[in-house]
């Protein structure tokens, strides 16, 4: 579904778009301290609590966290026999060590890191917002769309010690520059997104639909189109490129990557083994990663039927597939959530019918809620 006439025509300042940025990242992260602070005292512990934190800050480093924070303080390293940190790619450390340096260390690294997330996911909101106003020219979409980015169940992983909001920033800006066909900056931020997250290499198709797609939002091949800027969306695939050359030239060892993602016991294989597996945890955690299996299929439905613009549908299918091909279902919940084009498919479902909206807003910030307290107290929510 692409620009229509019929959407009510109210064009926001960028003025009004980030005051409302602001205030939606205000609002959902103060719900999030909250829970986390309340939590801490009333919330039995889980098997894989461990105290100890000095502040809020420190109860939210967890898992992943730990695994950058040794990029940033060891650099990379790799031993075949345990698991080693060269799956977590290089931009988030290497941005919160640099603002970390040039604040002369005024800024810890720990504090430096919340500081690049709640940084980029503030941006990232913002040029959300003016995506979904290019494409429906509608304050309503728009407003829903950016209210539902914040409050999703897993959005408190936007604004920790992990790389989820800068590659937010990153996917949705290119996005917003490639439809504004200025293919240089899209290029260039989808290549800092390809080395923020290794699904950031499937931005590279949507980029290539939105060179070819008319004003009418129809996708139209043609040669005589292909001009020499097209070259900047290779920039994608060149950023993947790169740091498996320089794991190989570091480690010696063209298989790396692979031979580390095992330990996790990642690796591509159908959604059956993915499902199957999900049985492999308590019944708690059954009912968590089934849960983001089902809501998965039903996303991919949705968006398919809402007949979103081709390069969002395209990347959002992919990376669905893609997340439900990797044997198994542990981050699922994570990994949907920065799949941007949910929340504009979400509204748009809702949008002759209220009360679904408000439906979704309500289980979000249940999910918000539960999902925080769980991370936070020692759960298996990675």
Not at 46 to 62: N, Q, S, V, Y
Not at 109 to 130: D, Q, T, W
Request: glycine share 6%.
């Amino acid at each position: 579904m692409s620009k229509n006439n019929h959407w009510n025509n109210d064009t926001p300042s960028d003025k009004d778009i980030l005051k409302k940025t602001v205030l939606c990242l205000i609002a959902t992260r103060a719900i999030i301290f909250l829970t986390a602070v309340i939590s801490l005292e009333i919330v039995p512990k889980g098997e894989f609590f461990i105290g100890g934190a000095k502040d809020i800050l420190g109860a939210f480093f967890r898992w992943d966290s730990n695994w950058f924070m040794s990029v940033i303080t060891k650099g990379y390293w790799f031993d075949p026999a345990i698991p080693s940190n060269i799956n977590f790619f290089p931009v988030f450390p290497l941005v919160t060590k640099a603002l970390s340096f040039f604040t002369g260390n005024i800024i810890g690294i720990m504090e430096s890191g919340y500081l690049v997330s709640n940084l980029s996911l503030l941006f990232a909101g913002f040029f959300l917002y003016k995506l979904v106003q290019m494409e429906f020219n509608s304050k309503d979409i728009s407003d829903k769309t950016l209210f539902l980015f914040f409050i999703s169940p897993m959005s408190f992983f936007f604004s920790i010690f992990y790389s989820e909001g800068i590659f937010l920033f990153f996917i949705i800006t290119s996005f917003y520059f490639a439809r504004k066909k200025e293919c240089g900056k899209a290029g260039v931020l989808g290549f800092l997104a390809a080395l923020t997250r290794a699904p950031g290499i499937f931005i590279v198709i949507p980029l290539m639909l939105e060179y070819f797609t008319g004003k009418n939002g129809r996708f139209e091949f043609r040669i005589e189109k292909i001009r020499k800027n097209m070259l900047f969306i290779f920039l994608v695939p060149i950023a993947t490129l790169i740091y498996f050359a320089y794991l190989f030239l570091e480690f010696h060892d063209p298989f790396a990557y692979q031979k580390n993602m095992m330990h996790w016991s990642m690796w591509l294989a159908t959604p059956i083994h993915t499902i199957i597996n999900s049985f492999g945890h308590s019944s708690g955690y059954q009912f968590i990663f089934l849960s983001a299996i089902i809501i998965a299929i039903i996303l991919a439905v949705v968006i398919y039927k809402v007949r979103l613009r081709p390069s969002y549908l395209i990347y959002s299918e992919t990376l669905i597939l893609f997340h439900l091909s990797t044997n198994i279902p542990d981050s699922l919940p994570r990994y949907l959530s920065v799949i941007f084009p949910i929340y504009i498919a979400l509204v748009l479902v809702s949008q002759k019918h209220d009360i679904i909206y408000k439906g979704l807003v309500a289980a979000s910030v249940i999910g918000l809620i539960t999902f925080t307290a769980l991370f936070v107290n020692g759960y298996w929510i990675v």
